[in-house]
């Protein structure tokens, strides 16, 4: 008969211990926390700067499609002239009725040119004019929800015949006229009645038609002043249409304390991500 022999039973002191090994905490150095935050910044500066911006609206031109006080997200990338460097990207040329942002082709008293956001109306080749506020494209009545209609109140001849009264120069602000430039000018755009848009010039208006400085007034817009096209509204606050004309450090404390205390109540929450269209 076999006898099995069975291993021996190591008692408790016997037992030798199993290591674990600890982790242990990496800290991030300075230099690479501010390596990281860098990085942060120069993603975020080229989406602001070549992807998309932010412009916040100051007058009541494009009332009821855009509000004083809206702030928008700006595609700067569909309406930008293609890049081979960026083969991917889809482009096109701007089309009537887009919504664009533009520099202004007029500078200011001060020599800057202003970011504005109008209505595309005509592309080069188009014969405009209007008849009692309606725009005629081409022959063609356009119809234009958005825009404010033509009413005996309202009716200005300069504005709703556009352009069979002819612009006259402004002697003041330029910003608050015709410029002597478009004024000299504007009979040689002139066709059979029509306004005639040239190649690589736009024309743009105002959705709030009686209350819109635009190309009625200062003339076409060229294809390089056109930087993008509002997607989105992020936020609107209910501001004051000559809010953003007031200067000093004193106005600007005064409205931030005011945006501070009626954030909830003045901000207007259904245009909240409110497309532009």
Sequence with gaps: MTKTKTPPTKTPSETQPVSVPVESKVEETPFEAIASICSVLVVGLFILTFLGQNFVIPSGSMEKTLLVGDHLVVDRITLAPPAKWMPLIHYREPQRNDVVVFLKPVADRDGNYLFLVKRLIGVPGDHIHLRNGIVIINGVAQDQPHAQPTTPENYTEFLDEFPSVAPVASQGDPNEGTPETWAIDFPNQIVDGDLVVPPGKYFMMGDNRHN???????????????????LFNYWSFKTPEDQYEQTGIGNTVAWMGHVVTHFFSDTRWSRTLHSVR
Excluded: A, H, M, T
């Design 212 to 230: 819109s400085l635009d190309s009625r007034y200062w003339g076409f817009v060229p294809r390089e002043n056109i930087v993008g096209r509002p």
